[in-house]
């Protein structure tokens, strides 16, 4: 294993020099897409360019920068330029909103900063959450004066540049989460963070250098060149998975073999829709993942209908704090699982893989500090799912409370991850997602779970998707639950939908409480994977109708 997560580029560009290593679209025309090509080693050629340009600039080891570019080779090189370096590369998702973007920059302090030029132009008008910025590098046409363009250095060839030398626990990036349940918290990733999902992932799905990859995340293509796998860069903004076009996802799919493809379940879902609705196949697909959500058994069957003979899809479990913890195949959940879900069994993400431990606790919302206060519940019993091994991460950057109620050091000194997530484990030893812990709904007789709750009411084919919120009125919380319907429907049909949704929550024990039903329109989501729902905006919502 690597001490720098940066090592496995010159590894791959010394063994496949002159395959490609990232393909990425420049035009279309009649079905046919133009790509801009990079070998390994001129991947590797180029990033060591930058390395020089910026160290000669001051920024070495530990140094924060922040980086915003559109996915590109750019992007890539520049990233693993700064793992070269032992400099800290801080990614924000842009989509997550200005406030929430502006509130990462000023937690972070980024030192510099590799953008695009609309980003400086931003900056020009709000410059305070910026203030701790020095150096400033842009990617493209047209940034404003005083920012140094890296574009010149592309024709920079065979520089050499040292890897400076890392240990494991060393600071490698800060990468942000979707602030799905509060707030976006920055998440420290260690070197050795890095190199274990590199080992793990390549084990677990058997990856290598005779993959294609087309991740829809485009921070997951560090990893497919790690792995040496050519990387397809995907048409699309990454922030509006759901919002794909699907013909340009096909047609990069056909054109490059494309065999493994990690992306969110809206995104599949859209563009296995657009594949099943026109008889088309993606022969060279293999293997699919998809996270970020529950995913159905009626998405894993769509989208294993339009793969390859003998390919599957599959679900890795875990969060940006720790990934993967666990995975499971598409198939062992038809088989297996898939009905039990319709009954509100929650959602099963398989086995824990062999690398890390899982257990399950006795839910509670406060900071953990003596791993003796903690009740471990026993197989079939639901609770908190927390997690040690090689890929859980230490803390969030500049978040000590946060880091405090998050993290469990057990009586060996080894550090545990609250995964802010209910389940259990089944007799199989099979863990089971019920939902985010911070969703349940308590009231005074009852625990209500989000996922298994919902199921039972997305059963109707009527209904899209559901949410189970709590309202507090007078001394106790009603719990209820809001639907998006497939179809626009008129208040007549809502009316008889509600009576069929009564009837349907009265045949469950656990969902006969719910007496109150609300419908909206679309349902707000995360902006990583367009598939979180975010119950929080949906309660308050849900006030204001009542």
């Not at 005083?146 to 040292?162: A, E, H, M, S, Y």
Request: charge should be positive; aromatic fraction near 10%; glycine fraction near 6%.
């Amino acid at each position: 294993m690597k001490s720098n997560i940066a090592e496995y580029l010159p590894y791959v560009a010394k063994k496949y020099p002159n395959d490609d290593a990232i393909l990425c679209p420049i035009s279309h025309k009649n079905g046919i897409v133009e790509y801009s090509k990079i070998t390994y080693l001129e991947l590797d050629n180029l990033s060591n360019a930058y390395s020089a340009k910026l160290t000669n600039d001051g920024i070495t080891k530990g140094t924060k920068v922040l980086i915003m570019l559109k996915p590109s080779i750019e992007f890539i090189a520049i990233v693993f330029s700064i793992f070269k370096i032992g400099a800290v590369p801080v990614l924000i998702d842009p989509g997550m909103g200005r406030k929430n973007f502006l509130n990462c920059v000023r937690e972070t302090l980024p030192e510099a900063m590799i953008a695009i030029a609309p980003v400086y132009w931003f900056k020009l008008f709000i410059r305070k959450p910026f203030k701790s910025v020095k150096n400033v590098y842009s990617i493209g046409a047209y940034p404003p004066l005083g920012v140094q363009k890296l574009d010149k250095l592309k024709n920079n060839k065979n520089i050499k540049f040292t890897i400076p030398k890392t240990l494991p626990e060393d600071l490698a990036a800060i990468l942000f989460t979707t602030g799905s349940t509060g707030p976006p918290k920055g998440v420290e990733y260690s070197h050795r963070i890095f190199t274990s999902q590199v080992e793990i992932i390549s084990k677990l799905y058997g990856t290598g250098h005779h993959e294609v990859d087309m991740p829809a995340f485009p921070l997951f293509g560090l990893f497919s060149v790690a792995m040496g796998m050519k990387f397809i860069i995907p048409k699309m903004n990454p922030s509006k998975q759901a919002q794909v076009n699907p013909e340009r996802i096909i047609e990069a799919i056909n054109q490059n073999k494309v065999s493994f493809s990690f992306g969110s379940p809206a995104f599949w879902n859209t563009v296995a829709n657009y594949c099943i609705s026109r008889n088309i196949r993606l022969d060279s697909l293999k293997k699919v993942l998809m996270a970020g959500a529950p995913v159905t058994d009626e998405l894993h069957k769509k989208v294993k209908k339009i793969m390859g003979e003998g390919g599957d899809t599959y679900v890795p479990y875990g969060a940006t704090e720790s990934l993967p913890i666990a995975s499971f195949t598409g198939s062992e959940m038809i088989a297996q699982t898939a009905n039990l879900t319709k009954e509100g069994a929650g959602f099963c993400v398989g086995y824990p893989i062999n690398e890390v431990e899982i257990k399950i606790i006795s839910a509670t919302n406060k900071a953990i500090n003596n791993w003796d206060d903690i009740e471990f519940l026993e197989n079939t019993q639901r609770g908190e799912i927390i997690v040690k091994g090689p890929i859980v991460t230490s803390k969030y950057h500049n978040k000590k409370e946060a880091t405090q109620n998050s993290k469990i050091v057990d009586k060996n000194g080894d550090l545990w991850h609250r995964m802010g997530d209910v389940g259990y484990f089944d007799n199989m030893n099979r863990l089971w997602f019920c939902g985010r812990k911070a969703h349940r709904v308590l009231t005074n007789n009852n625990i209500f779970y989000t996922v298994c709750c919902e199921a039972i009411f997305n059963n109707h084919s009527k209904v899209f998707r559901s949410a189970l919120v709590g309202i507090k009125q007078k001394d106790d919380v009603i719990p209820i639950i809001i639907i998006e319907s497939k179809d626009n429907i008129s208040a007549k049909e809502k009316a008889d939908l509600i009576l069929e949704l009564k009837e349907i929550g009265q045949r469950n024990s656990f969902t006969k409480p719910i007496k109150d039903f609300l419908f909206h329109p679309s349902f707000p989501v995360d902006i990583r994977h367009n598939a979180k729902i975010f119950r929080e905006k949906l309660a308050i919502w849900a006030e204001t109708q009542l």
